[in-house]
């Protein structure tokens, strides 16, 4: 099946400071890739979409200009969480759409652990 | 507003017996995909089966089968056989409107097998 990969797959760093997450599609290539964020025991919200050679999407309710999305190639969405703080822990989950036996399924990243201090 | 919708915060079932998953969804959208995903305790999301709309037999993939009732908007999952590493949360999710849709997710069922 198709693979997703993200790193880091955990990171803690202290409040201020700006992570970097990179979803990679490592065995197709993907114009467009989807950004997640997942409290404990509740479902996956979407937060963004990332287009491939165009401004990322945002839901509502995303602040765009903290959390930075850049689709550099199109196996690559990188997600930069700006100036974070603790209330930006949480786990971060990307996804990318590949067309197989006649649909198209999303495929995940393992996800990423952020816990800011 | 397009939802899914799954009422089962929690189940159980016992190992080697039979359980279902309960889904609903609402759209208007007459193209559109219905999944389930499993969640391990490792947090994965894994593609267990998945439906397309258009289609009218039940997909099923080994011993986790589906029961799509279209005029209903049910899509409820079968496990047979249940396994211990069936244990997890189930989503069930929609990619209303097609191709390079994002996904809607139900609230999850959290599924646990009992030896």
């Known amino acids: 099946g198709a693979v997703v990969s993200q790193h880091p797959s955990w990171v803690i760093c202290k409040s201020g400071t700006s992570v970097k997450i990179e979803c990679r599609s490592l065995d197709f290539q993907a114009t467009t890739m989807f950004w997640y964020r997942q409290f404990p025991k509740q479902s996956l919200m979407l937060m963004a979409t990332s287009n491939e050679g165009s401004k990322a999407t945002y839901e509502q309710g995303v602040e765009k200009d903290k959390f930075l999305i850049n689709h550099a190639s199109l196996t690559l969405s990188t997600l930069t969480v700006t100036s974070a703080h603790p209330e930006d822990s949480s786990f971060y989950i990307c996804?990318?759409?590949?067309w197989g036996r006649g649909a198209e399924t999303q495929y995940f990243g393992p996800g990423t652990r952020l816990l800011v201090l | 507003a397009q939802t899914v919708t799954q009422s089962q915060p929690e189940m159980s079932v016992q190992e080697a017996e039979t359980v279902t998953l309960s889904c609903t969804y609402d759209?208007?959208?007459?193209?559109?995909?219905l999944f389930w995903y499993k969640q391990p305790p490792s947090r994965q999301m894994i593609l267990v089966i998945r439906?397309?709309?258009?289609?009218?037999q039940n997909a099923t993939e080994n011993r986790f089968s589906v029961n799509f009732q279209k005029a209903a908007k049910s899509f409820s999952l079968k496990i047979s056989d249940s396994q211990l590493g069936d244990t997890a949360m189930y989503f069930c999710a929609s990619n209303y409107g097609g191709s390079q849709g994002n996904l809607i997710f139900g609230k999850g069922t959290k599924l646990s097998v009992k030896p």
């Open positions: 759209t208007s959208e007459s193209n559109y995909y």
């Open positions: 996804s990318a759409p590949r």
């Open positions: 439906q397309e709309a258009y289609k009218q």
